[in-house]
């Protein structure tokens, strides 16, 4: 995203000094901000993990009442 351009006007000579501070958003997280962010991963991951526990008893299941048969 380009940045606007900055004009500054002096009446007289004068020095400027323009600082320009580069900042990422993960590393401006307070920590109840990260802890939220670190449980919803967590959320995420365990929901994907027990769908792949059901599934794979569900194929279990599946395999194991053929062979009774």
């Known amino acids: ?31 109840a901000a990260g802890a939220a962010i670190a449980g919803a991963v ?3 991951w365990a929901v994907g993990f027990a769908f792949r526990a059901l599934i794979q008893v569900l194929k279990t299941n599946d395999g194991s009442t053929n062979e009774s048969e």
């Open 1 to 31: 995203m380009p940045q606007a351009q900055q004009v500054i006007v002096c009446d007289q000579a004068c020095t400027i000094t323009v600082q320009h501070e580069i900042t990422t958003p993960l590393l401006d997280l307070d920590p």
């Open 42 to 44: 967590l959320a995420v």
